[in-house]
């Protein structure tokens, strides 16, 4: 009984050889199993790639890099600016380390604590120097300056 599945398995063998090594269509077929063998590669690096890119957005606490600080400081400033009435033309936004520097005159006390509330929780911001003022009132001065 032991000297079929050896027969069968050495037929098997046979035959595939005879269909790779074919001296008129052997090439072809080589070529096309090759062929197949890197779009399978291709797609399961496309598919690694997606269950990598899954596995930190599902990880809390773990972030791909940290924005660099032109690009937290336009973060910044589409969350800040986005109601329709903020002061967009008088309010600059800085960001150095990723702490955000706000200068600027806005209408009242309310809108520099409602603008450096908002900047304080856009992601990635480390801190918010408010340096807003009312119209009619001196301008703060950064610590250390």
């Known amino acids: 009984m032991s000297r079929l599945p050896t027969f069968l398995l050495g037929a098997a063998a046979g035959a595939a050889a005879a269909h790779f090594l074919d001296p008129d269509k052997g090439g072809e077929r080589r070529s096309a199993v090759a062929g197949q063998a890197k779009t399978v590669q291709a797609q399961a ?37 986005r109601a329709p009435d903020a002061p967009k033309g008088a309010v600059s936004v800085d960001v150095q380390d990723g702490v955000a520097h706000l200068r600027g005159e806005v209408a009242d006390q309310a809108w520099a604590e409602r603008l450096a509330s908002e900047a304080r929780n856009v992601e990635g911001v480390k801190g918010v120097e408010n340096l807003l003022h009312a119209p009619g009132t001196p301008a703060p001065t950064a610590p250390g300056s």
Do not use: M
């Open 45 to 81: 690096a496309k598919v690694a790639g997606k269950a990598q890119g899954a596995a930190q957005s599902a990880t809390p606490g773990t972030r791909v890099s940290e924005p660099d600080d032109v690009t937290l400081a336009r973060k910044i400033e589409s969350e800040i600016f």
